[in-house]
């Protein structure tokens, strides 16, 4: 059974970090583009950045020098280091392992709920 369980999130005074985690289950995410998005109250889900199987990585420009995506491939793990937090980057941040050939893989997690609020 496939599965993406998030976790790391929290309550967060502007200017800290937190280290998000997103543990896979059920498929190998080393042949996956792996992904952390966000949804903050009453908008839609953003890309904050993803990591190719190849370790190539992109960030939305609100992340740019910022946040870290990083992949283990031995713990099928993925995390999220995300420095000098602002206010703005609340919202719920979920996982997704994407794949656009055989075999195929669009996988989301329940997602984990970040607060930076003093």
């Known amino acids: 059974q496939v599965q993406l369980a998030e976790s790391g999130g929290g309550l967060v005074q502007p200017g800290g970090s937190l280290r998000l985690s997103c543990a896979a289950s059920?498929?190998?995410?080393?042949?996956?583009?792996m992904g952390w998005y966000r949804q903050a109250p009453g908008k839609q889900r953003e890309l904050v950045a993803t990591i190719s199987s190849r370790g190539s990585t992109n960030y939305a420009d609100s992340a740019k020098g910022r946040f870290t995506i990083s992949r283990d491939n031995a713990k099928n793990t993925v995390y999220l280091q995300m420095n000098s937090l602002k206010p703005e980057d609340t919202g719920v941040y979920y996982c997704?392992?994407?794949?656009?050939?055989?075999?195929?893989?669009?996988?989301w997690g329940q997602g984990t709920q970040v607060t930076v609020s003093s």
């Open positions: 059920g498929f190998a995410t080393s042949i996956y583009t």
């Open positions: 997704n392992a994407f794949r656009s050939v055989v075999p195929l893989g669009n996988y």
